[in-house]
């Protein structure tokens, strides 16, 4: 979609027709009839063992969540989507990813059909949507994605730690502070440190703030540069500890 225009520019008239390119989207042939096909055969699946074992409405249940990555984990799924997400000891308490206690949400105290309430499956319909949409912009436009998928998803950011656990988000703050893609390379820890060194994220709830770091993350994607050479970074396939020390050393300075 948009194709040709550049990244920047595409958002841009996302920004002015988003509303109306989303509609035409969803209106597409194969996407209008994936979704008509869950409506139909979302009602009657009797309990969360049924669903599981429906790849397709499966799939779009987790599409809403941007988890669909995880279809094949059906355990973990199971899991998430049967214990009481408030309780202390739960699965999705203890995964710092704040998708998949929403997963777990959508789900918890359900008893019987877990899709037979018309509001649910309406809005797993229009989540699920927004996320093949925003996937649709990103195929034209390398980096688009992620751009949309952060300005919706930042303002539910608290902590470090959790942008930390959600790999898009990552990676627009990475692109947005000017960060190398060999900061990847770093400890848990180094990376944490150096983030909340770079970034408040507070500033997060801020619409603004926002704004100003997508477009930054989009502006420097073709020309970001590592600040250490990817290969004396990697050693010639494995990390070098010389070139990490260099590129830690780069961050704190």
């Known amino acids: 979609m948009l194709a040709g225009l550049g990244a920047g520019a595409t958002l841009a008239v996302v920004d002015r027709q988003g509303a109306a390119l989303q509609a035409r989207f969803a209106a597409r042939r194969d996407v209008a009839a994936e979704m008509d096909r869950f409506r139909e055969r979302a009602p009657p699946i009797r309990d969360i063992d049924a669903l599981l074992r429906d790849r397709r409405a499966l799939t779009v249940v987790l599409e809403a969540f941007q988890l669909e990555g995880e279809v094949d984990k059906r355990a973990l799924l199971r899991r998430v989507m049967t ?47 927004t996320n093949r949409f925003e996937k649709a912009m990103g195929e034209a436009n390398p980096g688009l994605r992620e751009a949309l998928y952060f300005r919706r998803m930042a303002s539910q950011v608290g902590s470090v730690p959790q942008l930390m656990s959600d790999r898009a988000l990552m990676e627009v703050a990475r692109g947005a502070l000017g960060l190398p893609r060999e900061f990847a390379l770093l400890s848990f820890e180094q990376q944490r440190d150096t983030l909340a060194r770079r970034l408040d994220v507070t500033q997060l709830q801020d619409p603004r703030a926002v704004a100003r770091m997508t477009q930054r993350y989009l502006a420097n994607a073709d020309r970001a540069a590592p600040t250490v050479p990817a290969l004396q970074l990697l050693g010639g396939g494995a990390a070098n500890p010389a070139g990490i020390v260099a590129l830690r050393l780069s961050l704190s300075a």
């Not at 997963?103 to 008893?111: D, V």
């Open 83 to 129: 214990e009481d997400p408030t309780a202390s000891g739960s699965l999705s308490q203890r995964l710092t990813d704040p998708r998949w206690r929403q997963l777990a949400a959508a789900f918890a105290g359900r008893s019987g059909p877990p899709l037979a309430d018309a509001a649910l499956v309406d809005r797993l319909v229009g989540r699920a949507v």
